[in-house]
């Protein structure tokens, strides 16, 4: 498995000193927050896109995937929605990532079933403009449909090869959901892992990996014994939690786990 970190840990950290932390400690990728407060958001121009792809490329990280902030099961007009995923995906087009992120977004005046039907009818939309740029949507499981058997409602009807799931490890685990649950309902699905640690249900300020309570060890030795071979990406949520320490700091520390899981579960 291959394996990155994410830029909601180094908020408006600039890309040089990205890609520098994610050479420096053996990360292969980083997934970009795709936010205007963020280096790297739609609203770059083509020129800056470029140079973006090219300072990637010189060294030698890849982009594993923007994350967005689309909400395709909000209750509202859909235009405004599948435009949004369609500039993300024209991002990341111009970028070179293979993933988009969206969220499911369901409010609570919505009956589950609205909320799944309005989510699929959008991301059927939108997945055949994925198709065209050759870029794949993921459905974190997160929100209103934090559990992969929550996801799957909204995946199975849309049925399309271009949009897929990212399995975020701790709102799986708070929606009362086992790893190898998870597994079996997102396997169809499954673009990459989202990994992180937290102290408990309760307090969810990010921890160095091996720290908390989420149940790495068991995800990792469920995709390993399916041989999966993807990527897990460590979602460390510093800009949430001010408070919580610096990521870079941690990244050290945080591969070197990830690594003994991997080779324990080989």
């Keep these: 498995m291959k394996l990155a970190f994410s830029t909601l840990g180094v908020p408006g950290l600039p890309l040089a000193d990205v890609l520098r932390l994610a050479s420096e400690h053996g990360y292969h990728g980083v997934e970009l927050r795709a936010h205007p407060e963020e280096p790297v958001h739609p609203g770059l121009t083509p020129a800056e896109r470029a140079d973006v792809a090219a300072e990637f490329k010189a060294a030698g990280v890849e982009i594993l995937g923007l994350a967005g902030y689309a909400r395709v099961a909000a ?141 790495l060890t068991e995800c990792v030795e469920v995709l390993s014994r399916h041989g999966w071979d993807g990527w897990l990406c460590w979602e460390y949520e510093k800009r949430w939690y001010e408070a919580a320490p610096p990521l870079p700091e941690l990244l050290g520390a945080g591969r070197e786990h990830l690594g003994r899981l991997l080779n324990e579960s080989a």
Excluded: C, N
């Design 75 to 215: 209750p509202g007009d859909d235009t405004a929605v599948i435009d949004e995923i369609r500039e993300l995906l024209e991002l990341a087009r111009d970028l070179g990532a293979p993933f988009v992120r969206v969220f499911p977004g369901g409010a609570a005046e919505q009956s589950p079933e609205d909320a799944d039907a309005t989510a699929a009818r959008r991301l059927g939309t939108a997945a055949e403009y994925a198709g065209d740029l050759g870029v794949r949507i993921l459905l974190e499981t997160h929100d209103s449909h934090r559990t992969g058997a929550a996801a799957i409602r909204i995946l199975g009807p849309v049925g399309h090869r271009q949009v897929g799931a990212l399995w975020d490890v701790m709102h799986t685990w708070l929606g009362g959901e086992q790893p190898s649950e998870t597994y079996a309902a997102l396997a169809p699905y499954l673009g990459y892992v989202q990994v992180k640690d937290i102290a408990s249900a309760d307090d969810t300020t990010p921890l160095a990996l091996g720290a908390g309570v989420l149940p």
